[in-house]
């Protein structure tokens, strides 16, 4: 029968050998030193062996209770070595099937439908505030009150806007997880009424049309009288004459444009709505072009930030608004509502302004004809946006242009 002190002081030998101590007990002695529990037993007359852990990690005292417990379970006739396996693939099946891992393999999944930057945040909400929390958990398992309790601490940080959109990720990764037979129903519905109400939604803000010839003016000579940058000034002409979003504006790359057919081509990973989207250039878009490449040519990206390799911050429009005293009144997406605004005033067609801002068309039938339509009626209109621009700030008076819309 062993005890600790020879479990402890067995040596080595240039052979392995055995260690009884009772029952099919043992202690496998390795000639490199290291020692393993072992139990010998018998399955209808068949002798096997079956590890119970490394010692010291493994005590005497522990390694006994294992035998214990095998003898228990061979005694009601179940081979302790099939229980074991069994145990492993549950826990391996949990853990293939934890809400972490679905989560994972849903964010992979619908990866191709989203922006690079909405997967990247998505994926850190879901790391910062939702796995440390249920990450490790069995999709199956999770419950309403887990997900109100995690809900609670991320309400706590005043982030209510927050909760709500994980909450919703978290609802559509349960449909995922029901349509792939890893759950059954999705608690998150459960929790209707029991999360704070989101705040009322802050409405972009944007000018009205008398004051923007005076922002106009302010962005011409923003990098001479404002201190400005002029690749910020050049920045914001463009957001003004091609009312891009300011994600797609600051990651453009110079492949992008062709100055020879007038055409800025933004492809389809760079966009909201995952479909390339031609932006059709105005002779005073094109010479700003020009000029942004003259002092940024070198480089592949037209907007690069202090790394070239990366673009210029996303608040670096915001802010240059700010200094030039637009605080609260006017943000870089604000030049997308002032020009739909207007444009739709002056008479354009409503589907070409809503293709030239891009915007997702409900209707699958008219989404795939918008697809390819348009670009000779956007240019007439991209040109006369600009000349509009160039009258509003030269302060001369500006006759609608709805006879000249069509």
């Given amino acids: 029968m062993l005890t600790n002190p020879k479990c402890k002081n067995a040596k080595a030998k240039h052979k392995a050998y055995k260690l009884f101590d009772e029952r099919g ?5 390795h000639p490199n030193g290291s020692k393993y529990w072992r139990l010998k037993y018998r399955v209808s007359g068949r002798e096997k062996l079956l590890a119970l852990g490394v010692y010291p990690e493994v005590s005497l005292g522990c390694a006994r209770d294992k035998r214990d417990e095998a003898r228990k379970l061979q005694g009601a006739g179940v081979d302790p070595s099939a229980a074991k396996q069994e145990q492993k693939r549950t826990k391996l099946l949990a853990s293939a099937n934890s809400f972490e891992a679905i989560c994972r393999e849903w964010l992979e999944h619908i990866r191709h439908r989203w922006s690079k930057n909405h997967s990247t945040y998505t994926l850190r909400r879901f790391e910062a505030y939702t796995f440390p929390e249920i990450g490790g958990t069995p999709i199956a398992e999770v419950t309403a009150p887990m997900l109100l309790a995690m809900a609670r601490k991320i309400e706590s940080r005043g982030t209510i806007e927050t909760t709500h959109k994980i909450m919703n990720a978290c609802g559509q990764v349960f449909r995922y997880a029901i349509a792939s037979g890893r759950c059954e129903r999705n608690p998150v519905v459960d929790l209707k009424g029991a999360i704070k ?5 802050k409405h972009m803000s944007a000018l009205s049309e008398k004051e923007l010839p005076t922002l106009l003016r302010k962005i011409d000579s923003y990098a001479a009288h404002d201190g400005g940058e ?7 002409q463009l957001l003004a004459l091609t009312f891009v979003r300011t994600g797609e504006l600051r990651e453009a790359a110079w492949d992008e444009f062709d100055l020879d057919k007038a055409e800025w081509r933004i492809p389809a990973e760079r966009m909201k709505m995952k479909a390339p989207h031609t932006v059709p250039l105005s002779r005073q878009a094109i010479q700003v072009v020009k000029k942004l490449k003259e ?23 915001l802010f240059a608004l700010y200094r030039m005293g637009y605080r609260g009144r006017m943000t870089g997406h604000g030049f997308r509502a002032v020009a739909s605004t207007i444009l739709n005033e002056m008479g354009f067609d409503a589907d070409v302004i809503e293709r030239q801002l891009a915007h997702a068309e409900q209707n699958k039938v008219r989404a795939a004809y918008h697809r390819a339509e348009y670009l000779p009626e956007r240019r007439k209109m991209m040109q ?18 709805r006879g000249n819309a069509t």
């Fill in 25 to 29: 007990l043992f202690l496998l002695i």
């Fill in 384 to 401: 006369q946006w600009a000349d509009y621009l160039d009258k509003l700030k030269a302060g001369a008076e500006v006759i609608p242009l």
């Fill in 230 to 236: 002029l690749q910020t000034q050049f920045a914001m």
């Fill in 197 to 201: 109400s989101k705040p009322a939604p």
């Fill in 295 to 317: 002092i940024n040519g070198g480089f592949s990206l037209v907007f690069p930030g202090a790394n070239p390799k990366k673009p210029m911050s996303k608040n670096t429009a």
